[in-house]
C-alpha cells in the first residue's frame, strides 16, 4: 500500500509521524465572555501581587529580627499547663461545644441544601433565597456572632455552640447542595413514576446517593471548627481558646503557648478520629483518601476500590432480610452506631447548656437588636473606615496570591494520579494535615512577636494555614478528574509533566477556580479576625467597638464585609460557569 504524501497511511503498513501532544490537544473557542473572565483573572492576580508588594514581607528583615523571638523565648522559660483535671475538662468542653455545634449546622443544613439544589428545590425563589442564606451565614464572622449571643444567653458554651453553628451553615448547606445536583436522577425518578412522595424521593432515592459526601463534609467541617473555636475564646466563650486568652492578657506566655500547643495536638487527634470515621461509614469510596485514611486503613491503599458483585445471603428476600444474621461486621457497626451516639449524648452534657436560656432571651432580644440597628460607624469617618476594608481584601488577596504556588505544588504531590511515588504523596498529604492543625490566631501571634504588629504578620499566617486547605481540596480534585485524557496522552508519549499539564490541570481548572475563590473568601472573614491580635485591616476596628461595646460600629463593618463577601461569591460563580 503506498502513502500518499503527508497523510499517514490508515492500514496496517508504515504509519506516519504520530501527531504531538500539542495537536492532539483540542482548541476550545475564546469567547468574549470567556477572555472578560480571563482579563479578570489575570487582574485579580495582578492586584494580589502589588498586595503583597504593599505588605513589605521581607525575609532578610524577618531573619533580623529573629533576635525579638529569641527575647520572647527567653521570657518564655518554658512551657506551662493547667492543673492535669481542669485540662482534662477544658479538653471536654472544647470538643463538646465543637461537636454540638457542628450537628447543629449539619441538621440545619439539610433543608436549606435541599431547597438550594436545582434539582429538589420547589422554585427559582427558594433556591436563590436558600443559597442568600448560605452566603450569608459564611460572611457573618463566627466571632460576632458570638459576640451577639452573649449578649443574648448566659456566658458559657451555647453562645459559642450557636455562633459555630450558625456559621457552618454556609458551607456545609452548600457542599450538601453540590452532592444533591451530581447524584444520579434514575432512583429518584422511579420513586416518582411509582407514585413516591417528595419525602420518600428525598430519603429513598437521594439520601443514600450523598450521605458518603455528607459524612465527609461534616468532618471537615468539625476540623475547622475545632481550630476557630480557639477565636470565641477572645468574646467569653468557655474552652481552652478562652484560657489561652487568660494566660496572654496575663502576660503568661509560657500557659498560653502551652494550651497553643495542646490545641494543636488535639486537632491531629481529630483528624485520626475522623479518619476512622470515615473508614468505617464509607469504606473505600473516594472520599476515603488523607495519608491518615491509608495509615490507619490498610485496605484503602489502593487507587481505586475493587467492584462489588453480587449481594448477601440474607438480603435474597424479604423474609431472609428480617433475619438478618449477626455478623462481626454488623456487630462492628452497631458498636460504632452506639458509641456515636454516646459521644453525641456525652457532648451535650459536657457543654452544660442552660436550657432555660431559650425560653428567656426574647425577652432580651429586642434591647440586644437595638443595641445592634440602626448600623453607625460612630466616632469614626466613614473614609477611614472603607480603607481599612480595602486593607483587609488586601491582606486576604496578598495571602491568597501567597498561598497558590505551594498549595497547588504541594496538592499536585498529594494527588495519586500526579505524585511520581506513594512516598512523594505521603510526605505531601503529611505536611498538608501539619499545616491544617495549626490554627492561624496562633500562627499570628507568634509572627507578631517576630514581625511586630502590623498585616505583615496576618498575611504570613493566612497564607501559612491556607495552604492546608487549598492543598487538600486540590488534591482531592486532581483525584476526580477522568483518566481517559491522561491514559490517551502516555499512549501517545507523554511524559509525566505534559500529561499533568495538557489533562490534569485542564480538567481540574474549574475546581482550581473555584477553590481560590473560596479560599480568597475564606481570607477575608479570616483578616478580620486576626485584627485581635493587631493583624491590621478592619478587625482592628471590630476589635476596639466590640470591647467598647458600640455594637452599631459592628454591624457597620459587618456589612461590609457581607457586602464584599457577596462581590466574591459571585464571582466565583461567574468563573465557574465561564470556564466549565
Avoid at 433565597?129 to 458570638?146: C, M, N, Q
Avoid at 475493587?306 to 440474607?314: F, Q
Avoid at 443595641?371 to 488586601?394: C, H, L
Avoid at 490554627?439 to 504578620?457: C, H, K, N, R, S
Amino acid at each position: 500500500m503506498t502513502v500518499l504524501a503527508g497523510r499517514p497511511s490508515t492500514g496496517s503498513g508504515t504509519r506516519g509521524p504520530r501527531p504531538t501532544v500539542a495537536e492532539r490537544a483540542p482548541k476550545r473557542p475564546l469567547s468574549p465572555e470567556r477572555l472578560a473572565a480571563s482579563l479578570t483573572l489575570l487582574a485579580l492576580l495582578v492586584i494580589g501581587i502589588l498586595a503583597v508588594n504593599e505588605v513589605g514581607i521581607s525575609i532578610p528583615a524577618m531573619v533580623q529580627s529573629w533576635g525579638n523571638a529569641e527575647n520572647f523565648m527567653a521570657r518564655v522559660g518554658g512551657l506551662s499547663f493547667p492543673e492535669p483535671g481542669d485540662l482534662a475538662w477544658l479538653i471536654a468542653l472544647t470538643v463538646g461545644l465543637v461537636l454540638v455545634g457542628t450537628l447543629l449546622a449539619a441538621v440545619l443544613s439539610v433543608p436549606i441544601a435541599y431547597l438550594a439544589a436545582s434539582n429538589t428545590t420547589p422554585g427559582s425563589g427558594w433556591r436563590a433565597a436558600a443559597r442568600f442564606i448560605g452566603v450569608l451565614t459564611r460572611a457573618l464572622p463566627d466571632v460576632v456572632l458570638a459576640m451577639a449571643f452573649v449578649l443574648m444567653f448566659s456566658l458559657g458554651t451555647l453562645p459559642g455552640i450557636l455562633a459555630i453553628g450558625i456559621h457552618s451553615i454556609g458551607m456545609i448547606s452548600k457542599m450538601f447542595a453540590d452532592a444533591i445536583e451530581q447524584v444520579d436522577e434514575g432512583p429518584r425518578l422511579a420513586i416518582r413514576a411509582a407514585g413516591g412522595s417528595k419525602m420518600q424521593e428525598f430519603t429513598s432515592g437521594i439520601l443514600p446517593q450523598v450521605l458518603p459526601s455528607w459524612v465527609a463534609t461534616v468532618l471537615h467541617r468539625n476540623d475547622i471548627n475545632l481550630r476557630g473555636s480557639v477565636v470565641l475564646g477572645y468574646v467569653g466563650v468557655a474552652g481552652l481558646g478562652l484560657e489561652m486568652s487568660y494566660a496572654f492578657k496575663a502576660l503568661n506566655y509560657g500557659k498560653g503557648l502551652g494550651i497553643a500547643l495542646v490545641i494543636f495536638l488535639l486537632c491531629v487527634v481529630m483528624e485520626i478520629v475522623s479518619s476512622l470515621v470515615r473508614g468505617a461509614m464509607l469504606g473505600q469510596q473516594k472520599q476515603t483518601r488523607s495519608w491518615m485514611d491509608r495509615l490507619l486503613h490498610p485496605r484503602l491503599r489502593g487507587r481505586a476500590a475493587e467492584p462489588t458483585t453480587g449481594r448477601a445471603a440474607w438480603a435474597a428476600s424479604p423474609q431472609t432480610a428480617v433475619r438478618r444474621p449477626w455478623t462481626a461486621q454488623r456487630v462492628q457497626h452497631t458498636i460504632a452506631g452506639i458509641v456515636a451516639v454516646l459521644v453525641v449524648v456525652g457532648s451535650v452534657v459536657v457543654s452544660q447548656i442552660n436550657w432555660l436560656d431559650f425560653f428567656t432571651f426574647w425577652a432580651k432580644l429586642p434591647e440586644v437588636a437595638a443595641k445592634f440597628w440602626p448600623p453607625s460607624f460612630g466616632s469614626y469617618d466613614a473614609t477611614v473606615m472603607f480603607e481599612a476594608m480595602r486593607d483587609t481584601v488586601a491582606i486576604a488577596l496578598a495571602a491568597t496570591v501567597l498561598t497558590l504556588l505551594p498549595s497547588i505544588v504541594l496538592g499536585s504531590l498529594a494527588a495519586s494520579n500526579v505524585a511520581p511515588t506513594s512516598g512523594a504523596r505521603g510526605v505531601a498529604r503529611f505536611l498538608l494535615v501539619g499545616i491544617r492543625g495549626i490554627p492561624e490566631l496562633i500562627l499570628a501571634i507568634v509572627l507578631v512577636v517576630i514581625t511586630g504588629l502590623g498585616p505583615q504578620a496576618g498575611v504570613i499566617a493566612l497564607a501559612i494555614g491556607g495552604i492546608g486547605l487549598l492543598g487538600k481540596l486540590i488534591a482531592d480534585s486532581f483525584e476526580e478528574v477522568g483518566r481517559g485524557p491522561e491514559r490517551a496522552l502516555r499512549a501517545v508519549g507523554a511524559t509525566r509533566l505534559q500529561t499533568y499539564a495538557s489533562a490534569t490541570v485542564p480538567q481540574g481548572m474549574q475546581a482550581l477556580i473555584g477553590h481560590s475563590f473560596y479560599m480568597l473568601d475564606t481570607n477575608i472573614r479570616a483578616a478580620t479576625i486576626l485584627g485581635i491580635v493587631g493583624g491590621g485591616g478592619v478587625g482592628y476596628y471590630l476589635l476596639n467597638a466590640s470591647q467598647g461595646s458600640r455594637y452599631e460600629t459592628v454591624t457597620a463593618i459587618v456589612l461590609m464585609i457581607l457586602a464584599t463577601v457577596l462581590v466574591v461569591e459571585g464571582l466565583a460563580m461567574w468563573m465557574r460557569k465561564v470556564f466549565r
